[in-house]
């Protein structure tokens, strides 16, 4: 049960970041300096609008790190849930499911469980 309750665990914080839209807010962001970084390089843009330019996406920068982090919060206490649950009904521990989360076989458990729901969002 302990295992299970791994694959759940995982799979409820790639789920949850998914819905959370964590993917797309980083995205956002890097898209947002990348457009200033580009700005910055170009030579016919004067200093007055490179400023802007920065100072615009200093403000998306800080805005999308503040919305990445609480998101990421919440899909870690979403994650968290199922285990809980699972305690109090006697059915795993909180701690072994940690234990196998930080071992090897934890590792490839959750890199398979994340994989095959990456291959399941993209075959939708």
Known sequence: MTYAAAIITVACFAVALDRLQVFSIARSAIRAARTASRMMRDG????????????????????????????????????ILPVAVLQIANLTRLSAVNSVLMSWSGLLLATATVAALGYARARQ
């Not at 016919?44 to 330019?53: A, I, L, M, N, T």
């Not at 100072?55 to 899909?75: D, P, Y």
Request: hydrophobic share 45%; aromatic share 8%.
């Open 44 to 79: 016919s843009v004067s200093d007055d609008d490179k400023e802007r330019s920065a100072r615009a996406a200093s403000l998306t920068l800080f805005h999308c790190f503040g919305s990445i982090v609480w998101r990421s919060a919440a899909a870690v206490a979403l994650s």
